[in-house]
T-cell receptor, first 115, second 112 residues
Framework: GAVVSQHPSRVICKSGTSVKIECRSL??????MFWYRQFPKQSLMLMAT?????????EQGVEKDKFLINHASLTLSTLTVTSAHPEDSSFYIC???????????FGSGTRLTVV | AQSVTQLDSQVPVFEEAPVELRCNYS??????LFWYVQYPNQGLQLLLK??????LVKGINGFEAEFNKSQTSFHLRKPSVHISDTAEYFC??????????FGTGTRLQVFP
């Protein structure tokens, strides 16, 4: 089946630094990738949608200059949290889709802790 | 705009008992519906999905769900649960875009 690899699984960084999270579709070409944020005991909040070769579409309230998304190829999307602060600490999950009826495959998530 | 409601935030149940996790959606057009399971500190795993055709959908781990268009529901069921089914379950809907919108989740707790 479809596999999405997300790295790192955990990262601790100092306040003010930037962190990059990678999301790769290993055995299929993802026309669209999605980035979610999940707070403890809560649902997934869609942050942005990215299509290969074009700018990401951010959901209302998500700072695009803080959460930089790059979708350079059909198998790789990256999320960079710039100038991270403790309030950015969260669980970030990516998802890749080969099309709406094809389905959505999720990465295993990244636990970001900003100290 | 589409939305998903999972009325039960927590569902406690004893092992080998049946369980139903409720999901209702609102949409003015045809939708695709999904159920995902999430174990602690992990991503989401697809249990089953409804795209079209038969309204009764069978998924992995013995789960099934029934699409009811008139009641705009997509409830998840399992006739006999195991301890290992303890997890967070999310219902999700996709309308006419690629976006997947999630419900707030239901915590299924299975007791021995």
């Amino acid at each position: 089946g479809a596999v999405v690899s997300q790295h790192p699984s955990r990262v601790i960084c100092k306040s003010g630094t930037s962190v990059k999270i990678e999301c790769r579709s290993l055995d299929f070409q993802a026309t669209t990738m999605f980035w979610y944020r999940q707070f403890p005991k809560q649902s997934l909040m869609l942050m942005a949608t990215s299509n290969e070769g074009s700018k990401a579409t951010y959901e209302q309230g998500v700072e695009k200059d803080k959460f930089l998304i790059n979708h350079a190829s059909l198998t790789l999307s990256t999320l960079t949290v710039t100038s991270a602060h403790p309030e950015d600490s969260s669980f970030y999950i990516c998802s890749a889709s080969g099309g709406r009826s094809y389905g959505y495959t999720f990465g295993s998530g990244t636990r970001l802790t900003v100290v | 705009a589409q939305s998903v409601t999972q009325l039960d935030s927590q569902v406690p149940v004893f092992e080998e008992a049946p369980v139903e996790l409720r999901c209702n959606y609102s949409s003015s057009v045809s939708v695709y519906l999904f159920w995902y399971v999430q174990y602690p500190n992990q991503g989401l795993q697809l249990l089953l999905k409804y795209l079209s055709g038969s309204t009764l959908v069978k998924g992995i781990n013995g789960f099934e769900a029934e699409f009811n268009k008139s009641q705009t529901s997509f409830h998840l069921r399992k006739p006999s649960v195991h301890i290992s089914d303890t997890a967070e379950y999310f219902c999700a809907v996709s309308e006419d875009t690629d976006k997947l919108i999630f419900g707030t989740g239901t915590r299924l707790q299975v007791f021995p």
